[in-house]
């Protein structure tokens, strides 16, 4: 039982990386990216084949953290350069990475037991002695969890910081202030999918193997996590936003656990998280309801 916990609450802290992105989108920008659902697996393709071929696993991360950072930017210049609408735009370089993908990685690609990760290096080896592998990797997802989620805090904080959540708000004073709104959201674009792509790396060191589906539904399980985290935490002020959906990725983890241990099939897995995204978006809506009634 401690076991199946810790490893839940890990993939838990694996998925906020990917939930720190949709929040930026969804949150932030007001911008449904479904460039997610591709740039999570060009993560991971990218990765499986940079560690098959030996390369150092902390630089597989930098080098997928960019190429979701391009994915993001195509995204942007399409929605702003091109005028396509936001969720069209984001459909098209969805659907123009599934190929990318396959031909990057193929349809499926394992990595080998030798093969040293972000968990398993000598670095990290060294660092935290005779540890088992199960706890060495919460430690690891913990600590990029809380990097990430202070690296954004500090930079929510910024000039930039403040144009980007000010676009998402009321554009409008970003062109008042003599900055293109349209950049903006496209360097919006690019950290949100580069923060997923970085998700799908580590998931893939985590899991040893890439497949073209593991993208699938991964934009209703961001949305779904960013929904909880901020619902939970909405009359908490002094909370922030990347605490709450960092918390909320966790809560879903353990939800989704939680179904399958009383029995529910795993190939009924996506269902049950549409399910769960549906019930949440309700709920929600019924609490917004009462507070505008009772106004």
């Not at 037991?113 to 935290?128: A, E, K």
């Amino acid at each position: 039982m401690l076991e199946l916990a810790v490893s839940t609450v890990t993939q838990g802290l694996i998925f906020a990386l990917l939930s720190y992105g949709v929040y930026i989108t969804y949150k932030i920008l007001d911008f449904p990216d479904l460039t997610v659902d591709g740039s999570f697996p060009l993560g991971a393709a990218v990765t499986a084949v940079l560690l098959v071929n030996e390369c150092n696993p902390f630089l597989t991360l930098i080098v997928a953290a960019a190429v979701g950072a391009l994915a993001g930017f195509c995204t942007g210049f399409i929605h702003v350069k091109l005028k396509v609408r936001d969720l069209l735009a984001g459909i098209i370089t969805m659907t123009a990475l599934f190929s990318i993908n396959l031909q990057i990685a193929g349809s499926n690609l394992a990595v080998g037991r030798n093969v040293d990760t972000i968990f398993t290096n000598p670095f990290i080896s060294g660092l935290l002695g005779n540890m088992p592998l199960l706890y060495r990797k919460l430690i690891v997802a913990l600590v990029l969890a809380l990097v990430v989620k202070i690296t954004l805090d500090f930079y929510f904080k910024t000039k930039n910081g403040l144009l980007l959540r000010a676009v998402g708000d009321n554009d409008a004073l970003v062109t008042t202030l003599a900055k293109d709104k349209g950049w903006v959201k496209i360097l919006g674009l690019v950290i949100a999918n580069s923060l997923v792509a970085l998700a799908g790396a580590v998931v893939c060191h985590e899991q040893r193997s890439f497949a073209a589906t593991m993208g699938t539904g991964q934009i209703v399980f961001g949305l779904a996590t960013v929904i909880i985290g901020t619902t939970l935490f909405r009359k908490m002020s002094f909370v922030k936003g990347t605490t709450a959906v960092m918390v909320g990725s966790i809560l879903y983890k353990i939800c989704i656990q939680i179904a399958i241990s009383l029995g529910l099939p795993p190939n009924l897995l996506k269902l049950i998280t549409a399910v769960l995204f549906l019930v949440i978006l309700v709920i929600g809506n019924m609490e917004k309801g009462m507070v505008r009634k009772h106004a």
